[in-house]
Every structure is written in C-alpha cells, then in structure tokens.
C-alpha cells in the first residue's frame, strides 16, 4: 500500500508560512530593528554587567540604561571597579557606536522621510520614546566630565541627543543624564545642555546650590532605596516607611522630575516584588532592577 500524501487546507497559516519561506521584501521594512519591542520604564542598573550590553536590554524592552565610566588616560572605561575595566571595553565601544548604528537604521534618509523633523527613537512601537543613558562617572568629576560630553559627540552632531538650549528643552532620541561623580555645576554651566543631571531625591526639598529644580536640569531624581526608605520588602511596611516613600515621590512629581529608587532588595524573590509592587502603586517612574527579565514580565 503506497504512502499518502496529507495536504494542508489553504488557509490563513499556510499563507503565513508561504510568505516566510519565500524570504518576501513586504515582510520587511526599514525599521524593524525593535519590531514588537514595547518600551519599558525599567533602569537597567550595572547595564554593562549583562553578557551583552545594551541589545539585552533593549530585547526587553528597557528604556533606561546605566554605564559606569572611569577617565583612564584619555579614554573612557566602562566598568564597576578598577580590576573590571580593560582597553576595549570603552564607552564608546559598548554604548555610543551602538546607539548610533541603532539610531541611524531607525532613521533611514530617503524621499519619504525628507520632512521628517525630529528622530526616531530606537523603539519601532513607540518611536517618541527616547532612550534614557546614565553615566555614572567613577572618577573625579570635573576632570572626567569633558570626556563624557566629547565621547557623546557622533551622537550629538546626528542630533540624536535630547537638548537644552535658549530656554527650549528638545527631546531626541537619547536623553543623557550624569549621575556617581557628575558635577552639578559643571551641568549647570553648559549653555547647550545635552547631558543633565540625576536630582538627589531624599533632598529634593532642601535647596543644592541655589539649584530651581526642574526637567531642563535633572529630569530624574534617584536615591538610595536601602539607606532612605529600608523596607526589605518581607515584613509589612510601616505607615512611616510608606509615608516616605509616598512623600519622596511627590516631592520629585511636584518639579516635573521622575523618581527612581536603587538598591532596592534582590532577595528572596517575593520580598523584591513587594518592593516593586509598592514603589509601582506610589508612584515611583522607574523601576530599577538587576534581573531584566524579571522586570520586563512584573
């Protein structure tokens, strides 16, 4: 008895699966690079930890990413402590050359995009969405920060980055804020502003160096999660740990800054979700995290 042949119906799955086989130019298009990726207000703290910097969390979903920089000689490195850094693992190499190769193909220059007046972003479903860089600078500030504004140069002269400038905030692609080290007066003192400045939370309310708090100077404020508030996210929170929390975020909300808390617990897992859980309910913008994964399905 000779064996049959069984053919599918030609029906809506087997039309799919004919259109992928045959590798077809309508299944494309310029900007597919993040198809499907739907943004996430989740910092990816230590980024440059992940075995693959920056696309892990950009797979993800993350819109905030974090890279330790220390001035060695002339070149930025990236890394958590001295005996991390090497030659090639630079700020330039892991973060700006691929957010400008990122940047570009999100952005494709052809008859169709000629009056195009602002960027993409790196998100396809959401392409007004910039990516938000920290650079947390180890070294000496006011000796490093030159460094940092020069490195972010070919994003700059692209106009992807999010600017300052006689009195008009543009938002682009990349926004950069300095944190660690960073000098506030040295942000302070740029007339064209590119980078700004990551608010000290837990003292938002008590004045920095004559500092008017607002989105054109620090459009986040972060603090220390475990030295501030304590919660380890086990027992129940107290009715004086929630009003500081609830307090630290309204405190950000009322100058137009979005808050972020680091150092929240990692451990056991269901204590890390009930602090999650918390900072979400109150408000909190960005939610920092270690495990992206984790994160990106809470």
Do not use: C
């Not at 298009?29 to 969390?57: C, E, M």
């Not at 998100?123 to 020069?150: H, R, Y």
């Not at 602090?275 to 992206?292: F, P, Y």
């Amino acid at each position: 008895m000779s064996a049959s042949v069984v053919i599918g119906k030609p029906g809506i799955d087997s039309r799919i699966s004919s259109l992928e086989a045959s590798n077809s130019t309508l299944l494309r298009y310029p900007t597919q690079f993040t198809q499907g990726i739907i943004p996430k207000a989740i910092h990816s703290h230590n980024d440059y930890w992940r075995d693959v910097p920056l696309f892990t969390a950009l797979s993800l979903g993350v819109a905030s990413v974090e890279a330790d920089v220390w001035l060695v000689g002339q070149d930025l490195l990236v890394g958590h402590e001295l005996a991390a850094l090497t030659q090639g693992r630079t700020f330039d190499a892991l973060y700006i050359q691929p957010l400008l190769e990122i940047i570009h193909g999100q952005n494709p220059k052809n008859g169709l995009t000629v009056n195009q007046t602002r960027p993409n972003g790196i998100f396809d479903t959401s392409s007004g969405t910039p990516l938000q860089l920290l650079v947390d600078i180890k070294t000496e500030g006011s000796s490093t920060l030159p460094f940092v504004i020069k490195a972010l140069q070919p994003l700059r002269t692209s106009g992807y980055l999010t600017t300052f400038s006689n009195g008009s905030l543009q938002q682009s692609a990349v926004t950069v804020v300095g944190t660690g080290n960073t000098p506030l007066e040295g942000i302070k003192a740029l007339s064209s502003r590119d980078i700004f400045f990551d608010a000290p939370l837990a003292t938002l309310a008590t004045p920095l160096n004559d500092t008017i708090w607002d989105n054109t100077i620090a459009p986040i404020a972060s603090t220390d999660y475990g030295a501030v508030v304590g919660w380890n996210g086990i027992r129940n929170i107290t009715d004086t740990q929630l009003s500081i929390i609830n307090q630290l975020i309204e405190d950000s909300h009322k100058v137009g800054l979005k808050a972020r808390f680091w150092d929240t617990p990692g451990w056991p897992i269901n204590a890390r979700e009930n602090v999650w859980k918390q900072l979400l309910d109150s408000g909190a913008d960005w939610l920092n995290a270690d495990d992206l994964e984790a994160a990106s399905s809470f």
